[in-house]
């Protein structure tokens, strides 16, 4: 499975990094074209999640 990490704000490498544990292959976007070639998306940062 391919996790898409929005690589904007936060901690980006600790997300990585727990993905990559998880057995998830990880992939950083800095831009909103990602959904056709991950299998969900990961935003780090408190302040981005309620606008997904």
């Known amino acids: 499975m391919k996790i898409g990490v929005l690589a904007l704000q936060g901690a980006v490498r600790e997300h990585v990094w727990a993905l ?4 998830a292959e990880t992939v950083e976007r800095r831009t909103i074209n990602y959904r056709q070639e991950t ?5 780090p940062g408190c302040g981005a999640t309620p606008f997904l």
């Not at 990559?20 to 057995?23: E, H, M, T």
């Not at 299998?39 to 935003?43: D, E, F, K, L």
């Open 39 to 43: 299998s969900g998306v990961v935003p």
């Open 20 to 23: 990559q544990a998880c057995g």
